[in-house]
């Protein structure tokens, strides 16, 4: 059978494919030239790392295009694996979403890197400019999803997930708002609840949110809305939620969000409360308040259902009794 890695690697391929295809079709069909945006971005990453691509006129031409194309390829990959591991991990979206959530993962990732770099604008992009840009991605998130949903590890068809419940998704929430204060509890909040986790894993996970509530304090912790502060909350919200679905042996997919969308709330809604009560109390007993608040939300969240494993067994299937030797009928 195929392993997680091995699928993701498949369906990453599967997915290229698919892009380069319909992105060959549109240019068929409308007689576009190619996009120079993935040779851009790629020159643009050489020269950001000290490696600026070598050469003059059509030679360094030549090797900008095939560093972008190869930059496509891994990327390609890259995000077929990780749709792998979320589907291993219990994240099961319905084909049809699947398909935009994993092709909107793949556009995120070609545009996102030329956007911080200056090479393009995706906001200036015409409409033409951006169906042109998703209707590939499209393609790739179709092909991804099916390479993954056809080709289930030996986990999930031993321990299928069932739907989450409302209650589930409700405890991801809170325990994303609670992400959002401090990214370290939603994974150190389910794992020190568990009562089947290791010591040392629950000592690693205490261990990140006492550095965290430390860092916090200090006059130089970056924003939280910041590029370096935001992702971190994202991934520790969604983090909570996969960890809470995967205790309940539920599928992921609703909780993984709503935990995205606690952060959101988390995040923003902790601003707030930092800036009202900037002129009311001292920055370090709001940032205290906001601790206490946090973990609050988040043993609200975990302490439902933690006797349940946070981890996935195996199930064992009972051998058939043996047929006693004898004449047939």
Not at 15 to 40: C, I, N
Not at 107 to 116: G, I, R
Not at 239 to 265: I, Q, Y
Not at 273 to 292: H, N, S, T, V
């Amino acid at each position: 059978m195929t392993g997680t890695f091995a699928r993701g690697l498949i369906a990453g391929a599967a997915g290229t494919t698919a892009l380069s295809a319909a992105t060959y079709l549109d240019m068929a069909w409308r007689g576009r030239p190619p996009s120079t945006l993935p040779a851009e971005t790629a020159d643009a990453l050489a020269e950001a790392a000290g490696r600026p691509v070598t050469g003059r006129g059509d030679t360094r031409e030549a090797r900008r295009t095939g560093l972008g194309a190869l930059s496509g390829i891994g990327s390609g990959l890259g995000v077929g694996l990780l749709a792998s591991v979320a589907r291993s991990a219990g994240v099961r979206f319905p084909a049809p979403v699947g398909a935009v959530v994993t092709g909107a993962a793949s556009m995120a990732a070609a545009d996102l890197p030329a956007a911080a770099l200056s090479v393009g604008d995706p906001r200036r992009w015409t409409a033409a400019e951006w169906a042109g840009d998703a209707a590939p991605h499209l393609a790739y998130g179709a092909a991804v999803q099916a390479v993954i949903s056809s080709l289930p590890t030996p986990a999930e068809r031993a321990l299928p997930r069932h739907k989450a419940r409302a209650g589930l998704v409700g405890r991801s929430l809170l325990l994303g708002v609670a992400a959002g204060s401090r990214s370290a509890l939603g994974v150190a909040a389910p794992t020190l609840t568990a009562q089947d986790t290791g010591a040392l894993k629950k000592l690693g996970s205490l261990a990140s949110l006492t550095a965290e509530l430390v860092a916090d304090k200090q006059p130089d912790a970056p924003p939280r809305t910041s590029g370096a502060g935001l992702p971190v909350r994202l991934t520790g919200g969604a983090c909570g939620g996969g960890l809470l679905a995967r205790r309940a042996g539920a599928n992921a997919a609703l909780p993984v969000v709503a935990g995205l969308a606690g952060v959101v709330v988390g995040t923003w809604g902790g601003l707030g409360w930092r800036r009202w009560a900037a002129d009311r109390m001292p920055d370090g007993e709001a940032a205290l308040l906001e601790d206490g608040v946090a973990i609050a939300l988040s043993l609200v969240a975990c302490l439902p259902g933690r006797r349940r494993s946070t981890r996935l067994g195996t199930v064992r299937i009972p051998d058939r009794p043996r047929a006693t030797p004898g004449r047939g009928r």
